[in-house]
């Protein structure tokens, strides 16, 4: 179990890394509309990852429950993370300057940020190559899926509110040099992640 968890921190660590649209609509919200703001949006995307996971989970769960699909799916699931990193390297990022988001009302924040990011392709591919790795991984045992992904979800959601608490200071800081270090850095730790469950999976066991 606690292996599971420090999984899961790990992987929200990584995922926190990440400066993409979510980010900057986070970040955005809070400086024009308060912090209790990007804290509502939050829930809705954090919403929107647990429901990527949930569906991604009843409809995975049974399948690898057969041992002769965990080997392989270890390596397809692993090398979509490598891929996915692979592209977050070598992706060029600019910080986009639009015009100051309109105030909104709580339930249209929380749709927002549950839409906004349910409607990034990538966040749904992601989910389901990680929940994939996560059933073989932890031998479809429930209770260390629920501890692994809790674990995540909670670190991200933790440090994505420390980045709208600290919505002005990041904003100051950050420029198109900054966010394509980040976004490097971000792009190798999930490539790494993908490689250590290949490693953990095959000789660690």
Known sequence: MIHAISQGIILGLILSALIGPVFFLLIKTSMNN???AALTMEFGIISSDAFCIFLSYIGLANIFNNPIYKSYFIIVGSSVLML???TT???HKK???ESELPKISNTKLILK???FNLT???VIFFWIGTVGLAVTQFSNSTSK???YFLSTLITVFAI???KAYSAKAINEKINNYTLGIITKIAGIGIFLFGVHLIIDFYFIK
């Open 113 to 115: 940020g549950f839409f």
């Open 120 to 122: 990034n392709p990538s």
């Open 89 to 91: 390297f070598l992706s």
């Open 145 to 147: 899926i629920i501890a």
């Open 34 to 36: 308060g912090f209790k």
């Open 160 to 162: 994505d509110l420390l």
């Open 84 to 86: 996915f990193g692979i």
């Open 95 to 97: 910080i986009n300057s």
